[in-house]
Nanobody, 125 residues
C-alpha cells in the first residue's frame, strides 16, 4: 500500500480556484490508479475524479465535469486536482485515494484501499 498526504485546501470565494496535491510514498506509484473523493458535513463520501495507472484515462463525477481536472506526475509521486469555478456545494473534506491498477476500467470508482487524511475545502458564497 501507499501512504498519501493531501495539501492545498483552504477557503475560497465562489467562482475561485484551488489546486489540491497528494504526495504518495513508495516506489510503485505508477502502478496505482489514483482518485479524489470528498465528504461534505453530514453526507456520505462521494467520488470526484480518478486517473488510471497508465495516465491515459481520466473520469469525473458529473457535477465537476468541465470545472475540475485531475492529473498525475509519476516522477514526483503526486496526483493533483485543479478546481475551477468553485461553488459553495463543493465545500467538503477532500481525500486522495489509491488502488493497485490494472484490474479496473475507466469509470470504476470501487476498490480504492489507501486513503489520505483529507484536506478541507470551503467555498463561500
Amino acid at each position: 500500500q501507499v501512504q498519501l498526504v493531501e495539501s492545498g485546501g483552504g477557503l475560497v470565494q465562489a467562482g475561485g480556484s484551488l489546486r489540491l496535491s497528494c504526495a504518495a510514498s513508495g516506489r510503485s506509484f505508477s502502478s496505482y490508479d489514483m482518485g479524489w473523493f470528498r465528504q461534505a458535513s453530514g453526507k456520505e463520501r462521494e467520488f470526484v475524479a480518478a486517473v488510471l495507472w497508465s495516465g491515459g484515462a481520466k473520469y469525473y463525477t458529473l457535477s465537476v465535469k468541465g470545472r475540475f481536472t485531475i492529473s498525475r506526475d509519476n516522477a514526483k509521486n503526486s496526483v493533483y486536482l485543479e478546481m475551477n469555478s468553485l461553488k459553495p456545494e463543493d465545500t467538503a473534506v477532500y481525500y486522495c485515494a489509491a488502488r493497485l491498477g490494472g484490474g479496473y476500467g475507466p469509470g470504476s470508482i470501487t476498490g480504492f484501499s489507501s486513503w489520505g487524511h483529507g484536506t478541507q475545502v470551503t467555498v463561500s458564497s
